[in-house]
């Protein structure tokens, strides 16, 4: 089974950019597709991005459209989540997780597991 690690989150100011990584601690992503999430106090758990490890188009959720990148990263069975021009409603708590559903799946939560234990990330001046 599939274990990840996040890390990269912090304190930053709009405008700013952050790298996350979603790093496996054991096994592998082959055959999977790797999705970040992310949670605002108060609020439910949403899609940001997702991409399949092995090739192909990611997905962005309409709001990091333009300002996020996911894509993966140099070493062994990390996704990175390149966050630029960051903004305050941007704070969350940021979780990846794995599924195998075909793409048309990759934006519902309910479809995921493995999940991190997820790293913060806060937007403020």
């Known amino acids: 089974q599939v274990q990840l690690v996040e890390s990269g989150g912090g304190l930053v100011q709009p405008g700013g950019s952050l790298s996350l990584s979603c790093t496996a601690s054991r096994g592998a992503f082959n055959s999977y597709t790797v999705g970040w999430f992310r949670q605002a106090p108060g609020k439910v758990r949403e899609f940001v991005a997702a991409?399949?490890?092995?090739?192909?188009?990611?997905d962005y959720a309409d709001s990091v459209k333009g300002r996020f990148t996911i894509s993966k990263g140099s070493a062994t069975n990390t996704m990175l989540l390149q966050m630029n021009n960051l903004k305050p409603e941007d704070t969350a708590l940021y979780s990846c997780?794995?599924?195998?559903?075909?793409?048309?799946?990759?934006?519902?939560?309910?479809?995921?597991?493995?999940w991190g234990q997820g790293t913060q990330v806060t937007v403020s001046s």
């Open positions: 991409h399949r490890w092995s090739g192909g188009y990611p």
């Open positions: 997780a794995t599924t195998r559903v075909v793409r048309s799946g990759w934006r519902d939560v309910a479809q995921y597991y493995n």
